[in-house]
Each structure stands twice: as C-alpha cells, then as structure tokens.
C-alpha cells in the first residue's frame, strides 16, 4: 500500500513556474508508476502526466506537452511535477496518484491518491 502527500503549490503569475512534490510511503514505492491529475471546479478529474517506475516512460497530456516536467527518485520516493510557462487554465487542484505494474492514463484506473494541492495561476 502506498501513501501520498502533495506540496508545492500556490498562487503564481501566468508564465511563471511552480514545482509540486509527492512523498510516497511504502516499501514498493519503486514498482508503482505515478501519475498526476488535475481538478478545476466542476470539471472531471484530468490527467496531466505518468511515469513509469524505472522513470524512463513518460506520457504527458496535450496540453501540457511542452512545459511540464514529470520525474521521480526512487531512492526519496518522491514524484515531481515541474510546471513552466503557466497558464490560467492550468488552475486546479493538481493530485498525485499511483497503479501498481501499470502505465495508465484513466483517473478510475489508479489505486492511491494523495489529498491535493491547490495550483492558482493568475491571468
């Protein structure tokens, strides 16, 4: 099982950047692939971006292509979210979520999730 506590964001200018983290627990940190959605109010959760386990598969959604970062280290069991060039539509609560041996884009598709961390980003 695995558990997972996002930091990082905040309120920030368009264009600007913001980094969030995600602590994991767990001793099979290692073999789940991470990914991150986003919220906005009254809209579907959205993937944002997955990476793999080994950190060498990444899938990134459209509209972030580009200017968002996804990485992960192991050895903390922490997944980053590097986001530049931030957009207003990019506001959200932005979460962070796990699937063990799998490699999928689908929010219902992912096993734990993390609270959320509120990402403003002002026009």
């Known amino acids: 099982q695995v558990q997972l506590a996002e930091s990082g964001g905040g309120l920030v200018q368009a264009g600007g950047s913001l980094r969030l983290s995600c602590a994991a627990s767990?001793?099979?940190?290692?073999?789940?692939?991470m990914g991150w959605f986003r919220q906005a109010p009254g809209k579907e959760r959205e993937f944002v971006a997955v990476?793999?386990?080994?950190?060498?598969?990444?899938i990134y959604a459209d509209s972030v292509k580009g200017r968002f970062t996804i990485s992960r280290d192991n050895a903390k069991n922490t997944v980053y979210l590097q986001m530049n060039s931030l957009k207003p539509e990019d506001t959200a609560v932005y979460y962070c979520?796990?699937?063990?041996?799998?490699?999928?884009?689908?929010?219902?598709?992912?096993?734990?999730w993390g609270q959320g961390t509120q990402v403003t980003v002002a026009s």
């Open positions: 979520a796990s699937k063990l041996f799998s490699i999928v884009l689908r929010a219902e598709d992912y096993d734990y």
């Open positions: 990476i793999g386990w080994n950190g060498g598969t990444t």
């Open positions: 767990g001793r099979t940190f290692s073999s789940y692939a």
